[in-house]
DNA sequence: CGATGGTTTGACTTACCTCAAGAACAGTGG
DNA sequence: CCACTGTTCTTGAGGTAAGTCAAACCATCG
């Protein structure tokens, strides 16, 4: 797998189609892979779009992690989403025109970028595509109305418990255990993404801790109890389908 | 305007259209209001759909006001979003195949129902239209991100004084007057989407009003100075897009 | 190695919630 | 039109979760 230059047919990267609910086949697969541009890999600190940025494309994340956040006027940052492989950045500069948001990769991070008027011309083409494609931003909008319910109506230890969760789900879906996995973002954005203050973000950690609940040594997290999390979390995050819990004997790892 | 049945192609009402981002020719509105079914009006308190209905159309709004809300497995409800005439409803339910929140009637309404097949069907021959429907997604997307953002970093004030601005804004678009008008909803409907006690709703409104800044009688609310209010919006507000401002000498009403 | 920025911890403050009691309001039926 | 009833709204008193401030600690990195 040769890192090439920046551009160029992605055509061992079937990655953007991670990001679309399954249901395409592999002709369109294939005709997808063609249309994707490779970065270069952004490295930690790097930005991929600023704010403002005019909006050409929407980016898949293959390797690595990137946060997407809002700058007010005063200079503070909100964060707005973390984004892991598989998972899609972008979609929400299509109404303006222009990116909403800047986006800043985590850590070393390698992205596929999708020109959103081929995308588009591809989705007419492709019925399947452009159902997928309605899907995914629908997708997002019903995640948003999730995270809403939970900065507005619960405490600071369900929000940590639904993040930690949410995680451990993201992480499951690419393969990877649902107990033990690196956090690649800093306490404060975390904090930050869940309205928090980062003292408060320390003082949970120690908290969840001391029940046992887990073990957290700098970015590596282990949860030893998720079912007590899963508590927490409780209520909001009951989903309608049947989505498999953590709580009892773990297959992970 | 005689109000039918409930079914029937509804060609006097191109309302769709106004839920679109403009740049649809005629002929294509003509084309999308053909697939418009029209619903008998809903009364105060009628339910739309309920969590959990099966998927099958979006919503536009023609006329009245409803609410979306999701409701917790111990039964309290957060409000996730207020719809007024030319806006759209359901269109996070495309993702799961069901609707993740209920909608309800917050007063006598009037919707068309839009069955989404034929939408889609319809966006695939109009490749304007399926650029429309995606911007009126990432729209709604963009608009949840500014909503985080009020309910991770602002303060109750401020979230109440972004509201405002924010139903001005709608009532404005819609012609009518940007600083005199109707809040369809009750206090505690307003408080639980921003994520405030009801009290605290209504201790708001007191002060507000005791800062000269706006005039409430039950519903309605009259703005008497938009500029306080926007100072206090402030940071979060400002978009790029120079949408115009309510401040100066006012030219609504 | 010291410099820098993230993290932790404690002490203190406060914005908002909770509880509880009235007041205004909206239906409903006499 | 007026009582009657159930809501929604308002107001006050008091408690608490989370924020702020400040200092110590720790990792990373030139």
Not at 131 to 155: G, V, Y
Request: aromatic share 6%.
């Amino acid at each position: 797998m040769q890192l090439a230059g920046s551009k160029g047919a992605c055509s061992d990267c079937s990655l953007f189609s991670l990001c679309l609910p399954k249901g395409l086949d592999d002709e369109h697969v294939r005709r997808l892979d063609e249309i994707l541009q490779r970065q270069r890999p952004l490295r930690r600190g790097d930005v991929l779009f600023r704010e403002g940025d005019g909006f050409r494309a929407v980016y898949a994340v293959r390797a690595g992690a990137l946060k997407t956040y809002t700058i007010s006027r005063d200079g503070e940052e909100q964060v707005t989403g973390f984004h892991m492989p598989g998972e899609m950045i972008g979609l929400d500069a299509v109404s303006l025109g222009e990116h909403p948001c800047e986006a800043r990769a985590l850590e070393t991070s390698s992205i596929c970028e999708i020109p959103f008027p081929e995308l588009e011309e591809l989705a007419r083409a492709i019925p399947d595509l452009q159902r997928q494609l309605l899907r995914l931003m629908s997708k997002e909008i019903f995640q948003d109305h999730e995270m809403l319910h939970a900065l507005a109506r619960r405490n600071a230890e369900e929000r940590l418990a639904i993040l930690l969760l949410n995680f451990s789900e993201r992480f499951a879906r690419r393969g990877l255990s649902a107990t033990r996995f690196r956090l690649p973002m800093s306490r404060s954005d975390l904090s930050n993404y869940l309205g928090l203050a980062p003292e408060t973000m320390s003082r949970l950690f120690r908290r969840f801790q001391e029940q046992g609940w887990l073990h957290s040594r700098g970015k590596e997290i282990t949860l030893k109890e998720p079912a007590s999390l899963e508590r927490l979390a409780g209520h909001c995050q009951e989903r309608p389908c049947g989505r498999p819990t953590l709580s009892g004997p773990s297959s992970a790892d």
